[in-house]
């Protein structure tokens, strides 16, 4: 492999250094393209108190072409698929080179905060929300609490 | 699909006459069988709606199967038959077919070049409105996916609003906050930035985090980046066609922007993505011509005449300037008599299908008892049918008795007719169907390309014409006109081709009028027919 950009190596030494309230990312070892991420779930959410698994990969052409984000853990949101993929604006189209791998994770945790089931990517989930948001609202929070448990 | 003519749907001929008729005959390709059934069916229909309107044209097969349907001394059939022959088809002439029911297609050729003309020429009308450079107005013309009527009317009540989300100007509070920044910044005086490149010592461009002396790019908005960083952003961007904006805010990059940049006219690809937009925006007016590497665009003006095509189950055949004929509504090779949706139904259908049979006829054999599909994934060649217990030979797909305990190799003599003539009652109906239309239509790409190659011959045989019997160049124009009538329907007008005599083909060329006349004819009655049928709703595609 190519010797990593020095601009993952600054990223990655800031996200150590002034960590994210909230947010964890760390490098594996075998490949620095690659984070772990955990996510808590944002505070007045459903998923408060739940903290959340992802895995980071940046690819070849990074920051030319967005990271590839990917949830672990299971999740009820109307944006985010079964396989743990997100619809998310950032990650695909309006991906700018400006854009760092905390404003990527910052935005993940708003929409967290913000489901949008107007624009949505896993569908029974996102009509659930639309015509009986308490309900969806409770599944979600039941599915915090059994899959995204604090250790 | 590319090799195939449609033109060259099944045409009958006169087997009636033919005393090799029954020579010729095969059940296998069985082409003539429809068509033929088909016509007189359609004259059967008057009085008897029965049996076609029940099914649709897919369901014919049991008919067409059994030859003992076609028997052509039927006295009844033969003389409705005739009858279609010579009298309805002579009214219908080729001009009818082109222009009477139906009203003129008005289309042009075009080539990108003329549309970019045509943008423009739109863009320089709106002019006096914005008044604002052209290139702005691209910009919002294509915001507004060429809707002139919207943007006008946003135009007027939001002016402002509008050319900060195009990107031509800023957010005033963008402006103070990137103002505050600089004043921040002691290196950046508080001057708004000029658009364009600078050099820079030991600077750190954000993107790449490099720290060096480098040729660096912004807008006005003060968003500063090395050039290496900028232009790979905008070699990744040419491509999809959109507009390229400052890689942290709206600001659009205009064309000569982009040119500095890159250093070499890289706008023009831009252009060109923004011709396909506007094509791609405009699909019910232009359409590229399908054709490989053809870079021809028709254009038609007035599209409120292809519904009535469809309803009268015409297509809509327009021809590009390469000469290129196609469909304007579904894109695909001229298909009469079928319409646009039969044609649909049946690409789906064989583009599917064959995929399955493909697989299923390569990869599985069936059970010669009970005809399940049995796929062979490892062991020897005793096989045991899971469906019915049967045990066979995988080689032979005979019984296993006899091979005793020759397990791996089977020296058994297969009875090849046998055999076969199992396989074929055992293939389930649908099928068998679907095999039967396949073949036909593999058939007649194979005769299409055949008549090409005979067209091909004919140049020689007429050079043969003039060198040997003396006869001018325009005299042997016959052969050539016949074989242009033959392109689109093959038939034993062939045979007369086949003629290697030059004597031979002087002393039979009255004929040669006679059968171009008589397949031409057959081929507008087969074409109006189709379409009969399309029009009474008697035969419809299935699934």
Sequence with gaps: ?151 | MTQMKSKTTPITSDYIDDPNYEKVHNPIFDSENISSFTLTEITDHKTDSGVLSQDSEFEIEDFAYSDDEFVYDDEENNETYDSMLSQPIKQITKKEMSEGSVPNLNYEVLTTQNIFKNMLSRLDHLQPVFNIPREDILLLMQHYDWNEERLLENWTERMDELLVEIGVSQKTSAVATSLEKKAENPDISGVKTKRGIAFKQSFECIICCEDKDTQTFSLECGHEYCIDCYRHYIENKLHNGNVITCMDCSLALKNIDIDTVMGHDSSKKLMASSIKSFIQKHNKNYKWCPYADCKCIIHLKDTSSLAEYTRLHFSPFVKCDAEHRFCFNCGFETHAPADCNVTNAWVKKAKKESENLNWVMSHTKECPKCGVNIEKDGGCNHMKCSSCKYEFCWICEGDWAPHGKSFYQCTLYTNDEKSKKKESEDLSKIMKKYTFYYRVFNEHEISAKLDWKLGQTIGSKVRALQEKMDVSWIEGQFLTDSIKILNEAVEDLSELLQIKDPEQIMKNKLEFYNKSGYVENRMYALMECGRDLLCKGICKPTD
């Design chain 1, 1 to 151: 492999m190519a010797s990593l950009p020095k601009r993952i190596i600054k990223e990655t030494e800031r996200l150590v250094t002034d960590p994210v309230p909230g947010i964890t990312a760390e490098p594996h070892d075998d490949n620095l393209r690659y984070f772990k991420v955990t996510i808590e779930g944002p505070a007045g959410s459903p998923y408060e108190n739940g903290l959340f698994h992802l895995e980071l990969y940046l690819p070849d052409d990074y920051p030319m072409e967005a990271p590839k984000v990917r949830f672990l853990t299971k999740i009820y949101h109307p944006n985010i698929d079964r396989l743990g993929r997100i619809c998310l604006d950032i990650l695909k189209t309006n991906w700018s080179p400006a854009l760092q791998i905390r404003t990527v994770l910052l935005s993940v945790q708003a929409l967290l905060a913000s489901p949008n089931p107007n624009d949505p990517l896993a569908n029974d989930v996102a009509e659930d929300w639309i015509k009986n948001e308490t309900g969806a609202k409770a599944k979600a929070k039941e599915w915090t609490s059994l899959y995204a448990k604090k250790e």
